[in-house]
């Protein structure tokens, strides 16, 4: 029978901790190592709502790629989603594990998942780990056929189901050879796509003033931090199945944006 802790192996050879940024905390959230696993759900993040679909479904493990604790927790009195999350968690015997900036930066992780996705080709990471090899770090930089402006943003707004595009509107109508992108959080990463020519930056959180800035240097497009890292899921799915293909695995489909469009 699988366990915790096979499933946590599974995943941390395709994805090893110590590729984790300083601040993260992945790895397992809630739960006994030990126990037996009878279903996994896997998710982008842990929501009450998850926690109540993973019962439904009989999985008593839920693997998110976003960590439910990031600081130490002082109470449990559900005063807080995390802490009713954790009770509940503990109460129905379903343990909570995370892969985040480990699976960002491991080799065909997040950023190369969302450049296959892009038909991207001569692909290495765009900030090198200190920590593994050439293959591993953040952000991706590669190269696509030769594609108008227009034309390569609509292909990103459909690749990754974009309601609204965001794009720097002052850049010049250039044609798109050179692609640089980072799945969630990627603004810190604008000045080193800059430093590798790449004609555009694609991640999921940009700033004003990362428009503002940048925007008339490289073409830069904001996919929203949710659709950039839904592909988590694949990643996770593939890593699990290719040490235990007997697992059962879900992907939840209660998950959405916490982030709403008022059109």
């Not at 997040?110 to 080709?121: C, I, N, P, T």
């Not at 696509?144 to 227009?150: D, R, S």
């Not at 002052?170 to 603004?187: D, F, M, N, W």
Request: aromatic share 6%; with cysteine; glycine share 10%.
């Amino acid at each position: 029978m699988i366990k915790v802790k096979d499933i946590a192996k599974a995943i941390e050879e395709f994805a090893p901790l110590c590729l984790k940024e300083d601040w993260d905390n992945p790895g397992l959230q809630v739960g006994n190592r030990d126990m037996e696993v009878t279903g996994v759900l896997l998710c982008l993040d842990v929501t009450e709502e998850i926690v109540g679909e993973a019962r439904k479904r009989d999985c008593n493990m839920i693997v998110s790629h976003h960590p439910l604790i990031f600081g130490g927790l002082k109470r449990l009195t559900g005063a807080t989603p995390t802490e009713r999350i954790v009770a509940d968690a503990l109460r129905d015997e379903i343990a909570i594990y995370s892969a985040h900036t480990n699976l960002d930066s491991t080799f065909e992780g997040v950023s190369y998942e969302m450049a296959h996705m892009l038909g991207m080709k001569d692909c290495r990471p765009l900030e090198p780990s200190r920590r593994g090899d050439a293959t591993q770090g953040l952000g991706i930089i590669g190269t696509v056929a030769p594609t108008p402006k227009l034309e390569f943003l609509r292909k990103v707004k459909d690749t990754f189901e974009v309601k609204d595009l965001r794009y720097s509107a002052q850049t010049p109508g250039i044609v798109v050879r050179k692609v640089a992108l980072c799945g969630g959080s990627g603004g810190s990463l604008i000045k080193d796509a800059l430093a590798t020519g790449a004609d555009v930056y694609i991640c999921g959180d940009l700033k004003y003033h990362d428009f503002t800035s940048y925007g008339s240097e490289i073409l830069l497009a904001d996919i929203g931090h949710f659709e950039s890292e839904l592909c988590s899921r694949k990643i996770l799915s593939r890593a699990i199945r290719s040490a235990h293909p007997e697992c059962v695995i879900y992907f939840s489909e209660c998950e959405k944006s916490p982030i709403g469009i008022l059109g």
